[in-house]
């Protein structure tokens, strides 16, 4: 069984930064790439960046430039560093694994952007 756990959500004033984390764990056989979605309230989950296992990087053209995704295989940790936030970058981040036969997904974290 797979568990991704994710951390460092919450409450930020347009033009601030978070930086989201999710730390991998449990039975990982093999790890095809990792990545971040989000669910804004009452629209559909949409795919935000994703890395592969050898460190490939890409990102939504929505967030490009202000977002970057990182990972740490060691730690099987991926994180999302997300600067000059703005209103609509309000949702819901889950974090997914694609281990190549299934995917993980964690129990997401609420970023709100407000002043």
């Known amino acids: 069984q797979v568990r991704l756990v994710e951390s460092g959500g919450g409450l930020v004033q347009p033009g601030g930064s978070l930086r989201l984390s999710c730390a991998a764990s449990?039975?990982?056989?093999?790890?095809?790439?990792m990545g971040w979605y989000r669910q804004a309230p009452g629209k559909q989950r949409e795919w935000v960046a994703t890395?592969?296992?050898?460190?490939?990087?890409n990102s939504a053209d929505s967030v490009k430039g202000r977002f970057t995704i990182s990972r740490d295989n060691a730690k099987n940790t991926v994180y999302l560093q997300m600067n000059s936030l703005k209103p609509e970058d309000t949702a819901v981040y889950y974090c997914?694994?694609?281990?190549?036969?299934?995917?993980?997904w964690g129990q997401g974290a609420q970023v709100t952007v407000s002043s």
């Open positions: 890395i592969t296992n050898s460190g490939r990087t």
């Open positions: 449990g039975s990982i056989l093999s790890i095809n790439y």
């Open positions: 997914k694994l694609d281990s190549f036969t299934r995917d993980y």
